[in-house]
């Protein structure tokens, strides 16, 4: 069935990995759609699964927001963790979606988020973590401030158990997840044309009073500048996040 590409405006049929033929737009995956371009067959596991969000500054409206967003994503919260494998290697992943609430992190994705790190750490296997997020859900006051901290130094805690941390920032990654344990991975990876940065251009033009470059934020930009490893068309991400998985496990390679 064909869709509406935003970018150039065609209807296109964009295949399993969704993709605009015509321009190369990379549209949305759900978590299920994600799982299905690198886990084995049938080899995922969910875990805290029944965790969802509840009201802690008791704000007007947002459990209302919240049924909403699980109607509408069919989510339970903007993170999906678990186990599977790929080619055979155990690995723990967590996967954002924007889908619920613009993939913000309130209490639920912080501890989900760190949980997934904890149990990588536990299991001394690598943990894979896909980012998309507009940042903090300030719904949440302070609680969803106090995720950044938490889920930095459950990734501190990887490093510690000496287990690999790998990142891949997708459309959009900003905001508290960015400013957080979206740029602490070993290995950052991206896709091609992801928005990737803290504040919007506007804010940060308005800042310094200057005009900001073509495709600043773009995830081809941050590779120049050295802020994500490399750019990993989706593809080729089954076979990317296998080779890192061999040389970087204990006994395999950098984590020796």
């Given at each position: 069935m064909d869709e509406l590409c935003p970018q150039c405006q065609k209807d296109v049929e964009v295949g399993p990995y969704r993709i605009c033929p015509s321009c190369n737009h990379y549209f949305p995956l759900s978590p299920q759609q994600r799982i299905a371009l690198f886990a084995d067959p049938d080899s995922f596991v969910e875990m805290a699964k029944e965790m969802?969000?509840?009201?802690?500054?008791?704000?007007?409206?947002?459990?209302?927001?919240?049924?909403?967003?699980?109607?509408?994503s069919s989510?339970?919260?903007?993170?999906?963790?678990?186990?599977?494998?790929?080619?055979?290697?155990?690995?723990?992943?967590?996967?954002?979606?924007?889908?619920?609430?613009?993939?913000?992190?309130?209490?639920?994705?912080?501890?989900?988020?760190?949980?997934?790190?904890?149990?990588?750490?536990?299991?001394?296997?690598?943990?894979?973590?896909?980012?998309?997020?507009?940042?903090?859900?300030?719904?949440?006051?302070?609680?969803?401030?106090?995720?950044?901290?938490?889920?930095?130094?459950?990734?501190?805690?990887?490093?510690?158990?000496?287990?690999?941390?790998?990142?891949?920032?997708?459309?959009?990654?900003?905001?508290?997840?960015?400013?957080?344990?979206?740029?602490?991975?070993?290995?950052?990876l991206a896709e091609p044309g992801a928005v990737i940065g803290f504040a919007g251009p506007r804010v940060i033009e308005g800042t310094i009073g200057q005009k900001l470059p073509d495709g600043f934020q773009r995830s081809e930009f941050q590779l120049k500048k050295g802020f994500v490893d490399a750019l990993v068309e989706r593809k080729n991400l089954r076979s990317t996040l296998s080779f890192l998985i061999k040389t970087h496990v204990k006994g395999g390679g950098a984590h020796a």
């Open positions: 969802k969000s509840m009201n802690p500054i008791s704000l007007a409206g947002y459990e209302d927001k919240l049924k909403e967003n699980e109607k509408k989510l339970s919260d903007a993170v999906t963790i678990g186990s599977c494998t790929i080619e055979q290697q155990p690995v723990i992943v967590g996967i954002m979606s924007f889908a619920f609430m613009g993939g913000s992190m309130g209490s639920v994705v912080g501890e989900k988020i760190t949980q997934a790190i904890i149990e990588g750490a536990l299991r001394g296997e690598p943990v894979i973590i896909f980012t998309a997020s507009g940042g903090a859900r300030m719904q949440e006051g302070i609680f969803s401030l106090m995720q950044m901290a938490k889920t930095a130094s459950a990734a501190a805690l990887l490093e510690d158990t000496r287990t690999p941390l790998f990142l891949v920032l997708t459309n959009p990654t900003t905001g508290g997840v960015t400013a957080s344990f979206a740029m602490l991975g070993d290995v950052i």
